[in-house]
């Protein structure tokens, strides 16, 4: 009894040490997260509640409680949001398509092979040491109204000859889903590396068909994969403002809500339109996220 007894004016000896250790390891991490994160955010929450000073210039706002700035971006801005989640969520759809068959490959196929597989994980990452930007711009030549892409359609008739591919939604779409294949790829290639093929023998020796086996074993388990690469992919490719740009591929009628928000922000100065419009895009991310994540019962990724 004496023994326990001293253990544990030991242990409660211990104990305040201990925590004041874990806090000034966490301290770090919390200031970073507070300077980083909550501080911009706040502000970005308090501006977007401003009001105009009267009589004031352009870009001058005072400190207020403006709730209708988000009713007013809404209305205002309505076509965009729509149209943003709409190119998301269909480059998103496609990456996948495209990212699933090449994952598969380099993680299964391959896996006997490591040069080969070595090499198709270089190619999937090669697009990244080349900056966002000039891969971006490097399609807008490839689409541009002389290049030969464009001359072949309008000689076999695919194309008037006063039509152009830059500006179109298709185009759009195509340079979203291209950007970030890679953002697919790699979280699917981990998942699927991990993949036990006895199973897929075992599902070939009880006479099941490849196909049968693929959506009875392999999709199901590269689920966690799927969810993890589609997050990616599809929270930048909502707020991505470069490709839709006028500057790149796209043209006003393809204006997404990140091309909005640049614009409010850099040129017509509308601080709290275009901080309300981050805010709504923030808020309707975190909750498309969280519905996601439950309906397809990976909420360990939370």
């Known amino acids: 009894m004496a023994q326990l007894a001293t253990r544990g004016k ?20 919390m200031i970073y997260l507070g300077l980083f994160f909550i501080t911009p955010f706040v502000s970005l929450i308090t501006t977007s509640l401003q009001a105009p000073i009267p009589g004031g210039g352009i ?13 007013f971006v809404t209305g205002e801005y309505l076509e965009q949001i729509v149209r943003s ?20 490959f380099i993680a299964v196929k391959a896996r006997n092979y490591p040069i080969l597989q070595g090499l198709m994980l ?9 900056s966002f930007l000039l891969r971006t711009f490097a399609w807008k030549e490839i689409f541009g109204q002389d290049s030969w892409i464009s001359t072949l359609l309008r000689d076999t008739s695919f194309m008037a000859q006063d039509e152009f591919l830059l500006g179109t939604p298709m185009v759009v779409i195509f340079g979203l889903t291209y950007n970030f294949i890679p953002f697919m790829t790699l979280p699917l290639y981990t998942n699927l ?13 009880l006479y099941a068909k490849p196909a049968n086996t693929f959506w009875k074993v392999t999709f199901p388990l590269s689920i966690p994969g799927i969810t993890s690469g589609t997050l990616l992919t599809f929270i930048p490719i909502a707020g991505d403002y470069v490709t839709a740009s006028r500057s790149f591929l796209g043209s006003p ?28 895009l ?21």
Do not use: C, H, W
């Open 10 to 29: 030991i242990s409660a000896a211990g104990q305040p040490k201990k925590s004041r250790i874990v806090l000034l390891l966490l301290l770090p991490g």
């Open 59 to 71: 870009g001058q706002y005072q400190a207020g409680f403006e709730i209708g700035n988000y009713a």
């Open 85 to 104: 989640f709409i190119y998301a969520t269909v480059a998103t759809l496609l990456a996948l398509a495209f990212s699933y068959p090449i994952a598969y």
């Open 122 to 130: 270089t190619l999937v990452i090669a697009p990244f040491f080349i």
């Open 193 to 205: 590396e991990r993949l036990d093929t006895a199973l897929l023998e075992a599902g070939s020796d």
């Open 253 to 280: 009628n393809t204006a997404m809500l990140g091309n909005v928000i640049e614009s409010n922000f850099l040129r017509i100065q509308d601080y709290p339109s275009a901080s309300a419009l981050s805010v709504m």
């Open 282 to 302: 923030m808020a309707a991310i975190v909750v498309l996220v969280a519905v996601y994540i439950r309906r397809t019962g990976t909420e360990d990724l939370l």
